[in-house]
Nanobody, 122 residues
């Protein structure tokens, strides 16, 4: 089994930046494509970004392209999401997800973290 633990959420003003981390354990991290998803109140969960198990390519939702950056550190078994130029509409619970050797375009994942709240004030 894979365990995922997100951290780094919080409250930030619009235009600000925030970085999320997700620690992966239980299996070989470098075998897993990692994704970030988010769910705002009253809305369905949506894809944000993904990074292939090999390290590239990455894939982003149009709504975050150019503002968010996903990266991974296989030595630390951690995936990151750097969020810049944040907008109030980025407010959501952000979830980390993992899937064994998937393409970065995958939208179905096998393992999920518990989520971390990101709130962007206007």
């Amino acid at each position: 089994q894979v365990q995922l633990v997100e951290s780094g959420g919080g409250l930030v003003q619009a235009g600000g930046s925030l970085g999320l981390s997700c620690a992966h354990s239980g299996r070989t991290f470098s075998d897993y494509t990692m994704g970030w998803f988010r769910q705002a109140p009253g809305k369905e969960r949506e894809f944000v970004a993904a990074i292939r198990w090999s390290g590239s390519p990455t894939n982003y939702a149009d709504s975050v392209k150019g503002r968010f950056t996903i990266s991974r550190d296989n030595a630390k078994n951690t995936v990151y999401l750097q969020m810049n130029s944040l907008k109030p509409e980025d407010t959501a619970v952000y979830y980390c997800a993992a899937r064994y050797r998937a393409q970065s375009t995958a939208r179905s994942y096998d393992y999920w973290g518990q989520g971390t709240q990101v709130t962007v004030s206007s």
